[in-house]
């Protein structure tokens, strides 16, 4: 599965000048809902990905996401695994389970995102699965911006990666972009363009 090349066919590998959620700034962006707005071609990505983790051996009960960008991810992946898929919400400082769903003790899950940049919101709703009992065997992305360490790459994780190191960590391939601090930034300093927001609180 060549996934910067369904990114690029979805128009989901954007150019320009955009203003991260660190703060920083980048010429390119993965936009990632773009990519799963076809479900067959969600299909296949989560197909993929649902080979390697079956491959390793991962032994998994349900899938977890972070709301609201992971859902759609989890959910596919889910159905390519043929296990449940559940969410956890934002709350203050973390993320908890709501809407009904529980988890038994030991359940085995994956937490599964569209894009792992450091890992942040992996970690949290790993977190909140492990408060209630389960068990995170794995973590899992459609694409790695390449700060954490995934299984079949040659990166190696930065010091910005939250991820644990004990789990393993499966992703469809690694993008690495230029990022700059808005001081720093290029494009600043040519005065031809200003930073946008281009994700969901843009």
Do not use: W
Not at 69 to 96: C, N, P, Q, T, W
Not at 159 to 181: A, H, N
């Amino acid at each position: 599965m060549n996934v910067e090349q369904a990114y690029k066919d979805a128009n989901a590998l954007l150019e320009g000048h955009f203003l991260l959620a660190s703060g920083n700034h980048s010429s390119r962006y993965l936009q990632s809902a773009k990519v799963l707005e076809y479900p067959k071609k969600a299909a296949e990505l989560t197909d993929a990905l649902a080979a390697m983790i079956r491959e390793a051996g991962i032994e998994v009960e349900t899938v977890c996401a972070p709301a609201l960008g992971g859902v759609l991810a989890g959910y596919e992946l889910a159905r390519s695994l043929d296990v449940r898929s559940i969410f956890v919400e934002k709350k203050e400082g973390g993320m908890e389970l709501r809407r009904g769903f529980e988890i038994a003790q030991g359940e085995k899950v994956i937490i599964c995102e569209d894009i792992i940049t450091t890992g942040g919101s992996a970690l949290k709703a790993a977190k909140a699965i492990e408060e209630l009992g389960g068990k995170v065997v794995a973590f899992a992305s459609l694409a790695n911006r390449g700060f954490c360490h995934r299984e079949g790459s040659n990166i190696a994780a930065k010091p910005e990666c939250q991820l644990p190191g004990d789990v393993p960590f499966f992703s469809l391939g690694d993008f690495t972009f230029e990022i700059y601090t808005p001081e720093e930034c290029p494009m600043c300093k040519s005065g031809e363009s200003e930073a946008v927001k281009p994700g969901s609180k843009g």
